[in-house]
């Protein structure tokens, strides 16, 4: 009980953090980082979109091709990449 005592008192007369003053706020540029950071969010916004959109292209080409993926196929591979040959697609994926 005393050792706990003795560590509260002790830890009661660091210092926690010195606190900002206003030239340290003002040396940053706040509004130039959330307008990075807003730059940054659409940017991966469209990056998603593109992404998004290969992909269901890529499915939609397989698709055509004969692949069936909600098809529970136990040659699963085996069509997979027979649709990938006939279709045209995802050779550069397995290299």
């Given at each position: 009980?005393?050792g706990?005592?003795?560590?509260?008192?002790?830890?009661?007369?660091?210092?926690?953090?010195?606190?900002?003053?206003?030239?340290?706020?003002?040396?940053?540029?706040?509004?130039?980082?959330?307008?990075?950071?807003?730059?940054?969010?659409?940017?991966?916004?469209?990056a998603?979109?593109?992404?998004?959109?290969?992909?269901?292209?890529?499915?939609?080409?397989?698709?055509?091709?004969?692949?069936?993926?909600?098809?529970?196929?136990?040659?699963?591979?085996?069509?997979?990449?027979?649709?990938?040959?006939?279709?045209?697609?995802?050779?550069?994926?397995?290299?």
């Amino acid at each position: 009980m005393l050792g706990v005592s003795v560590g509260a008192l002790v830890a009661g007369s660091i210092p926690l953090a010195a606190a900002q003053d206003a030239s340290d706020v003002s040396a940053s540029p706040a509004g130039k980082t959330t307008n990075t950071a807003k730059t940054t969010k659409a940017e991966r916004k469209a990056a998603h979109k593109q992404a998004r959109a290969k992909n269901t292209a890529e499915l939609k080409k397989l698709e055509d091709a004969g692949y069936q993926p909600a098809q529970n196929d136990p040659t699963y591979p085996a069509k997979l990449q027979q649709a990938e040959k006939k279709a045209g697609v995802g050779a550069a994926a397995s290299q």
